[in-house]
Each structure stands twice: as structure tokens, then as C-alpha cells.
């Protein structure tokens, strides 16, 4: 009985919904047109799917806090041309490495996974074609 139960709650935390801070719309929009700047690299961090919709995931960039992300949220950064660092943090720690160069964007896909006790996450460098999918299903989250 006791573990029908625990896994009631955990299907329940999953598919529930959870809410973060929102980025302006105007922004929104203007970053889904997905003009490059010259002389930095621009990342976007995506998670666009419902699953894990009660968890909310922090996201860092070279070890600063970006903010978290909830179900259908995005995060857009710009980082000098070089190596990178993105980290996803859930029930686990997942770091993805990306060497950027300046004039072009970036699309990384936040996937949330089954854990033990709580959603697990998973990052994937992504094309642009896949990306920009992405991040239009997405809503901008407010970045700290």
C-alpha cells in the first residue's frame, strides 16, 4: 500500500504544474525573432515539455544562477565567444559544455526525466531547426 501511494505522489508531482517568474512579453517576442548580436554568442535554454510541470529546475552559466525553469519556459543569454558551462540542476546535476562563437545562437533543450524520488534532468545541444521549434512553444522566463 504504502508503495501504490509513493507512487501516486510522484506521477501527480510530475504532471502537475509549477510556476516561475516571467520575463516581459515584448522581450519574448523580440527573442523568438532569433536575431544573432555580433560580438557574443546567444544561448537560449529551453524546456518544452509538460512532463515534470510541478518541478522547477535552476539553470546556471558558467557557475552564475540563470533562474529556474518550469514546464514551457525558456531562459536567453548572451556569453562572450569561448567555452561555456550550462548546468541543469533536479534530482540530479547534469553540465553541458558548449565553445561559442561570436554571431551565432545556441538552443539547449532542458529534458526532464523519470527520478527516484523527483524529476532527473538532461541537456542536449540542439540544431537550429530543432531549437527555434523549441523555444516557440516556450514562454521566457524571468532570468535572476
Known sequence: MLRRLTSIVI???LVGCASVPMGDPKQ???LKTFSA?????GVYIYRNESMGGAVRMDVEVDGKPLGQTAA???FYTEVSPGKHTITSKA???DNLDVDTVAG???YVWQEVKMGILYARTKLHLMSDVEGKKGVLETNLAASK
Open 104 to 106: 551565432k545562437l545556441y
Open 72 to 74: 514551457k519556459t525558456f
Open 11 to 13: 506521477i501527480l508531482s
Open 91 to 93: 534530482e540530479n546535476t
Open 37 to 41: 548580436k555580433p560580438g557574443v554568442a
Open 28 to 30: 519574448d517576442a523580440a
